[in-house]
C-alpha cells in the first residue's frame, strides 16, 4: 500500500514539473528521485545475510561452548564415581588387613614347635635353657633383638642369632660362633679372648684358644666381662685394630697367628709366627695383604722355614729382610 502512495506522489510531481516547463520553458530538470528508501533496503538487504551469519556464529559458539560444559561435567563425574570406588577398596583391604592382624595377635599363630640350630660350642640343650622363647606364645610377638641380645650375652660364643617363624607354629632359632677369636696375654699369664667387636668370651684361661686363634700384641683390655664388650685402655689404636680384624675376617686369613699396630701408618700382621708383614696404614690394605701372600707363597717354594720382614705398604714391589 505504501509503495502505490509513493508511485501516485512520483507521477504528480512529474506531471507538475512537466506544466511548469511548458508555460516557462524547459530548465532541463529531472523529476525528483527517491533514494533514501531504496538505499535502506539495500543496506537492509546487505546487512540481513551478515547478521544471519552472526547468528550462525554466535550459536554454533554456544553450542560448543555447551557440549564442552557438558563433557567436562560428566568426565568430573566419571572420575568421582572412579575415586569412590578406589577409596572404597582401600577402606575394604585396610578393614580386612586391621581384623587380620588382630586375629593372629590373639588367636592364631601360636607356637607348637621349636626347632634350634645349635653352634659347636652350645648345646642345643644349654640354648634352650637361656631362649626367651616358649611353646604357646605369638609367633608375630616375637622380639628378635631382645632374643639375640640375651643368647649373646648368656652364651658369650654366640657370634650371631638367626629367627625364622615358619608358618602356623614354627619358629626357627639358629645361632654362629665367631669364625677367629682373638685373644690377649695378661699379666698373670692367663688369657682373655674376645671376638671381633671386642666381646670377651673367656676370661682368665689358662692356655690360648685352639683352632683360628690370633693374639692381638701391644695392647691391654679394661672393663672385661664375659658376654660384654671390653675397652681398650689406649683408645686410640681402636679403631685400627678393628680395621685389622675385618680384614683378617673378610679374607679369611687362617695362616696370620697375630695382629698389632704402632701408629696409623705402622700396622703388622705376623704369619705362622715366622713372617711379619708390614703394610703400612690401612688404606688399600687388602690390596697389599694380597701382594705379600703372593710373595710369602713364592718364599714358601723356596725356603718353607723363611723368618723375617716382609714389606707390601704399596706399588708394585715388596721387599723380604731375612731374620737372623
Given at each position: 500500500?505504501?509503495?502505490?502512495?509513493?508511485?501516485?506522489?512520483?507521477?504528480?510531481?512529474?506531471?507538475?514539473?512537466?506544466?511548469?516547463?511548458?508555460?516557462?520553458?524547459?530548465?532541463?530538470?529531472?523529476?525528483?528521485?527517491?533514494?533514501?528508501?531504496e538505499?535502506?533496503?539495500?543496506?537492509?538487504?546487505?546487512?540481513?545475510?551478515?547478521?544471519?551469519?552472526?547468528?550462525?556464529?554466535?550459536?554454533?559458539?554456544?553450542?560448543?561452548?555447551?557440549?564442552?560444559?557438558?563433557?567436562?561435567?560428566?568426565?568430573?563425574?566419571?572420575?568421582?564415581?572412579?575415586?569412590?570406588?578406589?577409596?572404597?577398596?582401600?577402606?575394604?583391604?585396610?578393614?580386612?588387613s586391621?581384623?587380620?592382624?588382630?586375629?593372629?595377635?590373639?588367636?592364631?599363630?601360636?607356637?607348637?614347635?621349636?626347632?634350634?640350630?645349635?653352634?659347636?660350642?652350645?648345646?642345643?640343650?644349654?640354648?634352650?635353657?637361656?631362649?626367651?622363647?616358649?611353646?604357646?606364645?605369638?609367633?608375630?610377638?616375637?622380639?628378635?633383638?631382645?632374643?639375640?641380645?640375651?643368647?649373646?650375652?648368656?652364651?658369650?660364643?654366640?657370634?650371631?642369632?638367626?629367627?625364622k617363624?615358619?608358618?602356623?607354629?614354627?619358629?626357627?632359632?639358629?645361632?654362629?660362633?665367631?669364625?677367629?677369636?682373638?685373644?690377649v696375654?695378661?699379666?698373670?699369664?692367663?688369657?682373655?679372648?674376645?671376638?671381633?667387636?671386642?666381646?670377651?668370651?673367656?676370661?682368665?684361661a689358662?692356655?690360648?684358644?685352639?683352632?683360628?686363634?690370633?693374639?692381638?700384641?701391644?695392647?691391654?683390655?679394661?672393663?672385661c666381662?664375659?658376654?660384654?664388650?671390653?675397652?681398650?685402655?689406649?683408645?686410640?689404636?681402636?679403631?685400627?685394630?678393628?680395621?685389622?680384624?675385618?680384614?683378617?675376617?673378610?679374607?679369611?686369613?687362617t695362616?696370620?697367628?697375630?695382629?698389632y699396630?704402632?701408629?696409623?701408618?705402622?700396622?703388622?700382621?705376623?704369619?705362622?709366627?715366622?713372617?711379619?708383614?708390614?703394610?703400612?696404614?690401612?688404606?688399600?690394605?687388602?690390596?697389599?695383604?694380597?701382594?705379600?701372600?703372593?710373595?710369602?707363597?713364592?718364599?714358601?717354594?723356596?725356603?718353607?722355614?723363611?723368618?723375617?720382614?716382609?714389606?707390601?705398604?704399596?706399588?708394585?714391589?715388596?721387599?723380604?729382610?731375612?731374620?737372623?
Amino acid at each position: 500500500m505504501m509503495k502505490k502512495n509513493d508511485d501516485r506522489k512520483l507521477n504528480r510531481d512529474i506531471n507538475e514539473l512537466e506544466a511548469l516547463n511548458s508555460s516557462l520553458g524547459s530548465f532541463g530538470l529531472e523529476p525528483p528521485k527517491h533514494y533514501r528508501n531504496e538505499e535502506n533496503k539495500n543496506a537492509d538487504g546487505k546487512r540481513k545475510p551478515q547478521n544471519k551469519k552472526q547468528q550462525k556464529k554466535k550459536s554454533s559458539q554456544q553450542n560448543i561452548s555447551n557440549n564442552d560444559k557438558l563433557k567436562k561435567h560428566k568426565k568430573k563425574r566419571r572420575l568421582k564415581k572412579k575415586f569412590r570406588i578406589l577409596f572404597t577398596v582401600i577402606g575394604l583391604v585396610i578393614g580386612i588387613s586391621i581384623v587380620v592382624a588382630i586375629l593372629c595377635l590373639t588367636v592364631g599363630f601360636k607356637i607348637q614347635t621349636i626347632q634350634i640350630n645349635p653352634c659347636e660350642m652350645y648345646t642345643e640343650e644349654q640354648i634352650s635353657a637361656v631362649l626367651p622363647i616358649e611353646k604357646e606364645d605369638n609367633l608375630f610377638l616375637i622380639d628378635k633383638k631382645s632374643v639375640a641380645e640375651k643368647l649373646e650375652t648368656n652364651l658369650p660364643y654366640i657370634y650371631d642369632v638367626k629367627i625364622k617363624r615358619k608358618i602356623p607354629s614354627t619358629v626357627i632359632v639358629s645361632v654362629t660362633q665367631p669364625e677367629f677369636i682373638y685373644y690377649v696375654i695378661n699379666n698373670d699369664d692367663t688369657y682373655t679372648y674376645f671376638d671381633n667387636n671386642f666381646k670377651v668370651l673367656k676370661l682368665n684361661a689358662e692356655t690360648k684358644p685352639e683352632a683360628n686363634a690370633i693374639e692381638i700384641k701391644k695392647i691391654a683390655l679394661s672393663d672385661c666381662t664375659e658376654g660384654y664388650a671390653a675397652n681398650l685402655t689406649d683408645s686410640n689404636s681402636l679403631d685400627t685394630i678393628k680395621e685389622m680384624m675385618q680384614l683378617v675376617d673378610e679374607l679369611k686369613l687362617t695362616e696370620i697367628t697375630s695382629i698389632y699396630s704402632e701408629g696409623t701408618s705402622e700396622n703388622y700382621f705376623v704369619y705362622e709366627d715366622r713372617i711379619t708383614i708390614k703394610i703400612g696404614s690401612m688404606k688399600d690394605a687388602e690390596d697389599k695383604m694380597y701382594s705379600a701372600l703372593a710373595s710369602i707363597d713364592k718364599l714358601n717354594t723356596s725356603n718353607p722355614e723363611a723368618n723375617g720382614l716382609l714389606t707390601s705398604t704399596g706399588g708394585k714391589q715388596v721387599y723380604f729382610t731375612e731374620g737372623k
